[in-house]
Nanobody, 116 residues
Framework: QVQLVESGGGLVQPGGSLRLSCAAS????????MRWYRQVAGKERELVAG????????TYADSMKGRFTISRDNAKNTVYLQMNSLKPEDTAVYYC?????????WGQGTQVTVSS
């Protein structure tokens, strides 16, 4: 059974940091590109960051560059999103995804709220 379980979300003040984790199981994690998306209610889902299967290449949405860092540990089947200098506009549900060929898996999401 394929599972992606996000954790680490919560309430943080502007300027603060959070580290999201996504634990994967039920598929060959090391063969899949991993991405983080986020979605605000009533708005389209937005790509946050991506990382290749081996972890050698990463990509970021322009608004996240320099603030967010995606990484992965293939030995632990886990992908991370380190978020620094958080802003109120970063408030959203954050989802991790795994993609390879025609296969695309999604987690259930974790809420991140940035507010004073």
């Amino acid at each position: 059974q394929v599972q992606l379980v996000e954790s680490g979300g919560g309430l943080v003040q502007p300027g603060g940091s959070l580290r999201l984790s996504c634990a994967a199981s039920g598929f060959s994690f090391r063969l899949y590109a991993m991405r983080w998306y986020r979605q605000v209610a009533g708005k389209e889902r937005e790509l946050v960051a991506g990382i290749t299967p081996g972890g050698m290449r990463t990509t970021y949405a322009d608004s996240m560059k320099g603030r967010f860092t995606i990484s992965r540990d293939n030995a632990k089947n886990t992908v991370y999103l380190q978020m620094n200098s958080l802003k109120p506009e970063d408030t959203a549900v954050y989802y991790c995804t795994a993609a390879r060929d025609i296969y695309n898996y999604w987690g259930q999401g974790t809420q991140v709220t940035v507010s004073s």
